[in-house]
């Protein structure tokens, strides 16, 4: 009977054990708002995890940290600096009579 009351517990420990949130190592959970807005915790937490990806890869605070900073870069792609609207020159000398 101990022997059967004390595999119930250590299954018990492990079923607990297994059910852990993945967030429980790298602090509290974040969205993708936060990282937006809080651009020294989101590099923070992108070095992190990429220092340690097969712990952290995987994580909430971690694609919600690299979604944030994939909308950062995409919403400066737009900013750069556009050439004037020229059309370029053409190798017929009178395009019109051809």
Known sequence: ????L????????????????????S?????VAYYRDHPDDRAAKLKACQNDQGKL??????????AA?????????YDAPQPEAHKPATGVADPGKL
């Not at 602090?27 to 969205?31: I, N, T």
């Not at 890869?57 to 690299?66: E, Q």
């Not at 909308?71 to 400066?76: G, K, M």
């Open 1 to 4: 009977m101990r022997r059967v």
């Open 6 to 25: 004390f595999l119930g517990a250590a299954a018990a420990l492990a079923a607990l054990a297994a059910c852990s949130s993945p967030n429980s190592t």
């Open 27 to 31: 602090g509290p959970a974040h969205d």
């Open 57 to 66: 890869a995987a994580t909430s605070n971690c694609i919600n940290a690299l």
């Open 69 to 77: 900073d994939s909308a950062s870069h995409a919403a400066h792609f």
